[in-house]
């Protein structure tokens, strides 16, 4: 288990990794289809995809964060 401080690191983490793995599996398929080189062009998509997701989630999350709190009570 890990310490409550690493919480929001963990979110980022866990957010940029599920997403970027759900959006390049769906996209390199709907732009190539499914053949014998599917992975291939999957995990070099996904290399690109997982840094970038990883850096957005880091900027965007806490802006994010204070928007939700502004808008519920």
Request: aromatic share 16%; net charge positive; proline share 4%.
């Amino acid at each position: 288990m890990f310490p409550k401080k690493y919480s929001k690191l963990l979110f980022i983490f866990f957010m940029g990794l599920s997403m970027s793995l759900l959006m390049t599996l769906i996209i390199t398929y709907i732009n190539t289809g499914y053949d014998n080189l599917y992975y291939k062009r999957f995990l070099k998509a996904w290399s690109v995809s997982l840094p970038v997701a990883m850096i957005v989630t880091t900027i965007v999350a806490p802006i994010v964060e204070k928007f939700v709190d502004k808008i519920t009570k």
